[in-house]
């Protein structure tokens, strides 16, 4: 019914980590979502599990806090893209690991070294300010006033989770 891992969403991989009871082990490679289900993929490699065993979860911490960076990233990425190239720049996917990030974007020609130096330089400054990220949950008439974009077609709820980060708040 509940578990601390993240299921891979949004271009973001799932956690890892493992599954403990008595003298179960299961080494939890990925989450995933399955309609409301959370599904853990991995390896019972000591024990045995059946439905209503009580699990202790234990999430690979530095991992997850690894990507979480990288995820971060990819939106001051995405900010210093539109700030240099322009308003029209749109993410169009993205792949989020604990090692590196990947983002696909659109633009109507090849990015030249200069701005690619400026979008470079201008990220890292963002990142080495340390600034606070702020959350708060909004509707999304409010949250779209605040400068927040709904991407692929994502299907939101009344309460949307909105984040600022970088000092001129991205």
């Known amino acids: 019914e509940q578990t601390p891992f993240y299921a891979e969403s949004g271009g973001q991989v799932g956690d ?49 806090q690894a990507t979480a960076l990288n995820h971060s990233a990819t939106h001051l990425l995405h900010a210093a ?15 989020v690991d604990a090692e590196r990030l990947r983002f696909d974007f659109s ?18 400054a963002q990142i080495r300010a340390n600034t606070a990220v702020l959350t708060e949950e909004c509707d999304m008439e409010t949250a779209k006033e605040k400068g927040a974009m709904a991407l692929f077609g994502e299907k939101y709820g009344d309460a949307v989770r909105v984040l600022s980060m970088g000092e001129d708040q991205f």
């Open 81 to 95: 893209l539109r700030e240099i190239l322009g308003e029209h720049v749109t993410q169009k996917g993205s792949l």
């Open 107 to 124: 633009h109507f020609e090849a990015v030249t070294p200069e701005q690619l130096k400026q979008i470079e330089q201008r990220v890292n």
């Open 16 to 64: 890892s980590g493992l599954l403990k009871s008595g003298d179960a082990l299961f080494a939890v490679a990925d989450c995933r979502k399955e309609g409301a289900n959370h599904l853990h993929i991995g390896v019972l490699s000591e024990g045995s599990i059946k439905l209503g065993d009580a699990l202790e979860a234990l999430v690979d911490t530095e991992k997850r």
